[in-house]
């Protein structure tokens, strides 16, 4: 079943959203969103403090709890941004998180994402991999990983690392695709169906979303959950005209309860 997963990408307490992380607008209240979301038929929701890792600190529990409350345990919820400690890890799921979102920190030290799984439970962990298109000596298209807020290159092939904590108990992986995210141009419909080659995890497709034809694409490239924003924020797509619009496609979505 294909899942619509809104993210509010916060900073300073608020929603925000750009192209390709930079330029960024208001988009609203988190807590009101996240009840507006929920409220559309949304499966999943995905917070991020943005700038949790370049500010070098945890993620802003206050708003993950405001958030948590609106939701109610209603639908997953999916905490990301500064996570760089079991402690906080673990501070994040009491407040009321399904799931954890680690990037950077996984990238550092590999044997951190695994405890996490370990310790925190199945389906707890979301590996979130920022990735920009890489040169590549042969005809085989390539990406590469990305860190702190996809400003730091690793030189790390994102295959590898997909190879390298296939096994280490997540739940899904979340590749955004930098060169894409914001331009509303569409998912990178390569990089889904080369990561599902990989692997038989979930997939988060991540930036590009601009039309519910997008959303298809995501589903038929092999994608698990099509994740956006702008379009959702700023209401140029409706949750229930979207999940309506994939189920004539012949693609599987969960109802919108309620109807609405």
């Known amino acids: 079943m294909f899942k619509i997963v ?17 330029d960024l607008k208001d988009a609203g209240d988190p ?5 507006a979301y929920m409220e559309a038929g ?22 993950v709890e405001r958030v948590a409350s609106v939701i109610g345990g209603k639908i997953p919820f999916t905490v990301g941004g500064g996570v760089s400690s079991l402690e906080t890890a673990q501070e994040l ?3 009321g998180a399904d799931k954890i979102g680690i990037n950077s920190a996984a990238v550092k030290n590999p044997d951190f994402l695994e405890k996490c799984a370990r310790i925190l439970g199945p389906g707890r962990v979301v590996l979130a991999i920022d990735v920009r298109e890489a040169p590549s000596p042969d005809s085989f298209k390539r990406w590469e990983v990305l860190v702190n807020g996809g400003k730091t290159s690793t030189g790390m092939d ?4 997909v190879w390298q904590t296939h096994d280490m108990g997540i739940d899904s992986f979340l590749p955004t695709a930098l060169d894409r995210d914001g331009t509303k141009n569409g998912y990178d419909l390569e990089l889904l169906s080369t990561l599902r080659a990989h ?10 979303a601009g039309t519910m034809e997008h959303f298809a694409e995501a589903a038929r490239a092999g994608a698990s ?12 797509i409706k949750i229930p005209q979207l999940k309506a619009y994939l ?3 012949g693609i599987e979505v969960a109802p919108v309860k309620g109807g609405k």
């Open 225 to 236: 959950a099509g994740l956006a924003a702008s379009v959702f924020h700023f209401g140029e």
């Open 93 to 95: 799921i009491d407040l």
């Open 42 to 63: 949304a499966d999943e929701l995905v917070f991020l403090d943005i700038a949790a890792t370049t500010d070098k600190r945890s993620t802003k529990r206050e708003w």
């Open 31 to 35: 807590s009101e969103l996240a009840r």
């Open 199 to 208: 692997t038989a995890l979930p997939i988060i497709a991540s930036g590009g």
């Open 6 to 22: 809104p993210c509010l990408d916060v900073k300073e307490g608020r929603v925000v959203k750009g192209v390709r992380f930079v």
């Open 158 to 161: 994102l295959m590898e690392w």
């Open 247 to 249: 189920a004539q496609q």
